[in-house]
């Protein structure tokens, strides 16, 4: 499909790459993966990747204080209880579960799972013991699982001695998580927007990862309108002390549970927000080759920094004497090794590594075994990165196009789709939709009136007179646009008794905030112009 220049420029055969995964799998192999063993990136930042981490479906993190709801938010996108769950006003789960599909409904223990090629956690028995003890993979047959995995994760707890007795870098782990997930989501209860030290320390441990990130408000139907108002102005100041970013992180607000609301007032706010998440998630399998692609890259521009700042070191250092001393030096003015590096090689500042974590790494690394510069090895990563990534995503839109439709089914999300109760149902141009009279007739006794103040001639108006009519609403001219286009069923330029109600019905429709149609709803067609 593609072809590929070896390193003396001439060209051989192309390599087929049957799947972006295929691709990427084996780009990161021979082109990323050398430079990363030459300056031991995976002992700072990451460890190596592994098939597993390419080919795993998409995977959604939850993240929260304990109470927000995280795993009654799981129940709930599958509409069924899964292995291992339990729900409590108090701090319930303690452990890291992943919830994935499987035939039969079990638990595998943390132990078992990092050791299970199939599965995209090998890695984290860096973490140890204390950790795997309280890592478990709940499988079970669930529709919403054929497409996702889901990650609960302990309730963050406040409090220095909460974070000490855990035993492992919670931080960390969720940060090992974040490289590899489609998305991660924040629960937040309306009730306590106490950000704890734990959480905020987990919030910036998730930096450069901004764009997976969403925000749930969740328990929202628990408080009045004016309290939800405050409650959402609370949150947002206090994640803008925290994540440091221009952009506004996006928040869903609702009840992410399948009981009552206990105060229905923003019934319709929390129906189109809990829509808006749904189309969220639902997209991650579609975009999952993307979002792969684009992981690698900045995997590649971390190994690149990385790779500049070791042989740096490694340049700094004498033969012979004075080598700890040196290393002291080296590690206390590595801000000016940045700055160095950064204006020799015109880099980014923003993909350099967080200072204070590479001191503290470098601090128990033996600077003797690092390797000077190999240009053959950072310009095979250029040349990924310039040429191999574009070809690679020309093959990601032919994937997109070829599965249009592949998106999360079953659970919740099939709850909302079809029927009366789907989003938006006998709302705006949707009213109506599933009566036997036409729903204009209602209001066209006072349309008639104003129909026949405009002097129609054979019963109809012109374009110039309906306009006259219609710019009284005060709508833009490309909404009035579209619903004359609308309106003019017959498209004859003018519009008769049925066809002025109907652009009425129509503008009143937009003035009470709801979006009109792309194309004129079989209930709204005129009942003189059906079968046309």
Request: charged share 30%; hydrophobic share 40%; glycine share 8%.
């Amino acid at each position: 499909m593609f072809s590929w220049a070896n390193k003396d420029g001439k060209k051989k055969d192309p390599e087929l790459f049957q799947t972006v995964s295929d691709g990427l799998k084996r780009l990161y192999r021979t082109k990323l993966f050398p430079l990363e063993d030459t300056y031991r990136f995976h002992d700072f930042h990451s460890p190596a990747l592994e098939d597993a981490d390419f080919d795993n479906k998409p995977m959604v993190l939850l993240v929260g204080q304990y109470s927000t709801g995280k795993t009654t938010f799981i129940r709930h996108l599958m509409e069924q209880d899964f292995p291992g769950m339990r729900i409590g006003p108090e701090p319930t789960t303690d452990s890291f579960i992943a919830v994935m599909h499987g035939d039969q409904e079990g638990l595998i223990p943390g132990n078992a799972l990092v050791v299970d090629p199939k599965k995209p956690f090998r890695k984290l028995n860096a973490f140890g013991n204390a950790f795997l003890n309280r890592f478990i993979c709940a499988q079970m047959p669930n529709p919403v699982l054929d497409s996702i995995s889901i990650i609960d994760t302990p309730g963050i707890l406040s409090g220095e001695k909460q974070r000490i007795s855990r035993g492992y870098d919670f931080a960390a782990v969720l940060e090992w998580f974040a490289e590899r997930v489609d998305r991660i989501i924040l629960l937040f209860d309306a009730h306590k927007l106490d950000i704890s030290d734990e959480f905020s320390e987990v919030i910036r441990a998730l930096k450069n990862h901004e764009d997976k990130i969403r925000v749930v408000l969740n328990k929202a139907d628990q408080i009045g309108t004016q309290q939800l108002m405050r409650v959402y102005g609370a949150l947002m100041w206090s994640l803008g002390k925290i994540v440091n970013t221009p952009e506004v992180i996006r928040v869903y607000i609702g009840s992410f549970w399948a009981q009552p609301l206990l105060v229905p007032d923003n019934r319709k706010l929390f129906e189109a927000e809990e829509q808006d998440l749904f189309r969220d998630i639902q997209g991650l399998p579609r975009n999952a080759a993307l979002r792969k692609l684009n992981d690698l890259i900045k995997r590649a521009r971390l190994a690149k920094v990385h790779a500049y700042i070791i042989s740096a070191l490694k340049k700094e250092m004498p033969n012979v004497f004075g080598k700890e001393n040196k290393k002291k030096e080296l590690i206390a003015n590595l801000g000016d090794i940045y700055a160095r590096i950064e204006k020799e090689h015109q880099i980014s500042p923003g993909d350099f590594p967080k200072l204070s974590k590479m001191q503290e790494v470098l601090a128990g690394q033996d600077f003797n075994k690092f390797q000077g510069l190999k240009p053959k090895l950072l310009e095979t990563v250029e040349d990924m990165l310039a040429n191999d990534i574009a070809k690679l995503m020309t093959l990601v839109r032919q994937e997109e196009a070829a599965m249009p439709s592949q998106a999360v089914q079953g659970g919740a999300f099939d709850g909302t789709m079809n029927g009366p109760f789907g989003h938006g149902y006998g709302e705006g141009a949707s009213e109506g939709i599933d009566e036997l009279e036409w729903i204009v007739a209602r209001d066209k006794p006072t349309y008639d009136e104003i129909f026949y103040t405009l002097s129609p001639v054979n019963g109809k108006v012109s374009g110039a007179m309906a306009k006259k009519e219609m710019v009284k609403s005060k709508l833009p001219n490309n909404v009035l646009g579209k619903i004359w286009k609308l309106a003019d069923v017959d498209q004859d330029g003018y519009l008769d008794d049925e066809e002025f109600a109907l652009a009425n019905h129509l503008i009143k429709v937009k003035l009470e905030g709801h979006e009109l149609p792309a194309d004129l709803p079989d209930h709204l067609v005129p009942p003189s112009k059906r079968g046309q």
